[in-house]
Structures are given as C-alpha cells and as structure tokens.
C-alpha cells in the first residue's frame, strides 16, 4: 500500500509510529522486517515510557529503539508529547539536552510532537524552540 501510494504521488514518505510494549513490538517489528525500506522514518512514541524518565534512561531507551528499527529505511525521530498526561522525558526536564547529545553524536534525525494543539495556548512554545534547534540554533536546553 505505502509503494502505490507513493507511486501515486499521495504520499512523499513515510513512518511508523510503535511504543515499547511487547505486543505492539512484535507486530511493528514483522511490518519492519518486511517492508522497513518502504518507511523514511519511526515516530517512536518516547512519551509512552514513565514521566520520570531521566536523560540517562532516555539515551538508553534511542539506543534500544535505533537498534530495533536498525537497517529498511527509516530513521528514529525523538519525540515528546504536548498533553498534560504525556510521560517520557519532557520539554523542560531534559528533553532539549537529548538532543543535543544525540546531535553531537550524529544520531539525530528529527522530532517528532505528539498532541501539539495542546500547546496552543503558550503559542507552540516547545514546537518553537524545537524549530530553532533543528534549524542550527543551539540556545540553553534544560
């Protein structure tokens, strides 16, 4: 489906977005395994893991994952949730210093925001910074 629609030119790419549970694992880990090429990049859901995920436990949680969705074609993107519920490591608690790290590294290949319009109200202020980041500015992260 994704090669035809691509084919088509209703779609210029495509992800994946699994979390770390092992049922959605394996199902997510047999379409990669399969048909990964046909995917540019995995929206791994980080802000499924607990709210106090330290930036230690965060590192290691990218490393896991870009090893899971190693090889096919897609990239693993770091991603945080806007919604209140969210967990993970947040915007404020570290986030931004992942990022960093994982750019010094090399390994960045991209964010991914969960929920944005729940933002709207502090006018995107994390999708901005976010921006910023990604577009070469490096301001203190916290």
């Given at each position: 489906?994704?090669?035809a629609?691509?084919?088509?030119?209703?779609?210029?790419?495509?992800?994946?977005?699994?979390?770390?549970?092992?049922?959605?694992?394996?199902?997510?880990?047999?379409?990669?395994?399969?048909?990964?090429?046909?995917f540019?990049?995995?929206?791994?859901?980080?802000?499924?893991?607990?709210?106090?995920?330290?930036?230690?436990?965060?590192?290691?949680?990218?490393?896991?994952?870009?090893?899971r969705?190693?090889?096919?074609?897609?990239?693993?993107?770091?991603?945080?949730?806007?919604?209140?519920?969210?967990?993970?490591?947040?915007?404020?608690?570290g986030?931004?210093?992942?990022?960093?790290?994982?750019?010094?590294?090399?390994?960045?290949?991209?964010?991914?925001?969960?929920?944005?319009?729940?933002?709207?109200?502090?006018?995107?202020?994390?999708?901005?910074?976010?921006?910023?980041?990604?577009?070469?500015?490096?301001?203190?992260?916290?």
């Amino acid at each position: 489906l994704v090669r035809a629609l691509r084919a088509l030119g209703v779609i210029s790419f495509a992800s994946i977005a699994p979390f770390a549970n092992p049922e959605v694992q394996a199902h997510y880990g047999e379409l990669w395994r399969r048909y990964g090429r046909e995917f540019e990049y995995v929206n791994f859901q980080f802000y499924a893991y607990d709210a106090n995920t330290t930036v230690t436990q965060f590192l290691g949680y990218y490393d896991e994952q870009s090893c899971r969705y190693a090889g096919g074609g897609g990239k693993v993107l770091l991603g945080f949730g806007t919604d209140p519920a969210a967990g993970g490591l947040m915007p404020g608690k570290g986030f931004f210093r992942a990022c960093h790290e994982l750019r010094r590294q090399g390994r960045l290949h991209g964010v991914f925001v969960w929920a944005a319009d729940n933002s709207a109200a502090d006018g995107f202020r994390y999708e901005r910074v976010t921006q910023r980041f990604l577009a070469g500015d490096a301001p203190g992260f916290t």
